[in-house]
């Protein structure tokens, strides 16, 4: 019998498994993934996800592989450039998912947290008042596995099992607004920014430095055109790029190194994250379109946050669904502007967006 049973061992269950069994539970964590394994994700973050890797004795761990620390954010909008300095002490960086994640999965186990890969969970437990106790699953050999928890967490991702076994609803929706292509490239000439290039009516362009001297590069459209984008993805991504002056020459002589990586958009939404025996964190309770790239900052903070929470019902400072409720309440009024302005930038170059960051670079040149 765990505490609880985690499933899902990436940027939102692996730090709630090591924070977890850092405060002494028994925490079991599983994924259907073995580890390193690359996700469809980019992965840019700076501020808040790196205090918090910072606090976690993982920043340095993320930092001592080959990295590029970027100078900052340059969002170019119709040949217009704003270019937004990183406040405070910390870097800005796109990790690969292939390190960032084993980092994750190998604190979990540091600290305690047993951690099974290659372990698909199929069917939530139930006891005889309905709360969820555990969990049923198979290994990757097919064998069949069962365990039980005080509570199940699904931090499994947008596709969560968990949620759609338990019929969560979802509120605050917002409709799928964009789709992208991207790969990794070596060759990139003075990769030192992470880039966006927009251009009304065409679509958009990113590049982000990464490990290596790889950066992530791909392209973004209406997610009305995915299925004319999905049928040649890399010359959609390449023409893409080749229309904005900005990347266009130092992208000339790149090469591709890895396989294309593409979606075709998704809902955004908040889900209630707990009930009766479970919870939900990460992805699978809170989803945005990538576009502001918040979704690893956002897994992290929630993990924390729902470690509190459960700690403080478990050793009983607080009845456990009031700590519960006080999660949710946290994460949804942290995350409301933040949910709104991802949904004006992944609309591209409208008027709202141009006069958003005209003012935000105003803001920034009067605070210099
Ligand atoms: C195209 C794209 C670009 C993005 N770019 C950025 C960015 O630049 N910056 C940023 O901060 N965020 C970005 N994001 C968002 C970020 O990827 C997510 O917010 C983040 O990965 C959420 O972490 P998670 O742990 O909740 O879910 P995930 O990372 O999706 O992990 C879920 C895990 O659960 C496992 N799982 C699922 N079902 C089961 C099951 N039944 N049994 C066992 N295991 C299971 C999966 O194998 C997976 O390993 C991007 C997302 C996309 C799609």
Known sequence: ????????????????????????????????????????????????????????????KVLATEITHC?????????RLFEMAIPGPYPLIAPMRTILDKILVD????????????F???????????????????????????????????????????????????????????????????GFKEADYIEFHFKT?????????TNDGLVCMGGGWPVSEFERVREDP??????????????????????????????????SYYRKPFGPGWAL????????????????????RDAEYLAEALDAGWSGREPLDEALAAYQKRRDTETGPIYALNDLMSQGPTPELLEFLLNAAQQMAQAK
């Not at 394994?37 to 976690?56: I, K, P, V």
């Not at 100078?71 to 040949?79: A, E, P, R, S, T």
């Not at 009516?201 to 590049?207: D, K, Q, T, Y």
């Open 71 to 79: 100078k900052g954010l340059q969002m170019h909008v119709d040949g």
């Open 120 to 186: 698909s969970v199929q069917e939530l437990l139930r006891d005889s008042e309905g709360a969820v106790c555990g969990v049923r699953g198979q290994l990757a050999t097919g064998a069949p596995v069962t365990e039980e928890a005080r509570m199940v967490v699904g931090a499994d991702g947008r596709n969560s099992f968990v949620a759609k076994a338990l019929a969560v609803d979802e509120y605050n929706t917002l409709p799928a607004r964009q789709i992208a292509y991207y790969s990794y490239w070596s």
């Open 234 to 267: 890399e010359g959609h991504v390449l023409r893409q790029i080749a229309a904005f002056p900005a990347i266009a020459e130092r992208a000339k002589d790149c090469k591709r190194e890895d396989r294309l990586w593409g979606w075709s958009g998704y809902t």
């Open 107 to 118: 604190a979990a186990r540091e600290a305690g947290a047993e951690v099974r890969e290659g």
């Open 201 to 209: 009516g065409f679509g958009a362009a990113m590049v982000f430095p």
């Open 281 to 300: 964190v990460g992805d699978a309770g809170y989803l945005k379109d990538p576009t502001l790239g918040q979704g690893i900052n956002d897994a992290f």
């Open 1 to 60: 019998m765990y505490d609880a049973i985690v499933v899902g061992a990436r940027c939102a269950g692996s730090p709630l498994g090591m924070l977890l069994a850092r405060r002494g539970y028994r925490v079991l964590v599983v994924d259907r993934a073995t580890f390193p394994s690359g996700t469809l994700s980019t992965h840019a973050f700076a501020g808040d996800a790196c205090e918090r890797l910072d606090r976690w004795g993982l920043l340095d």
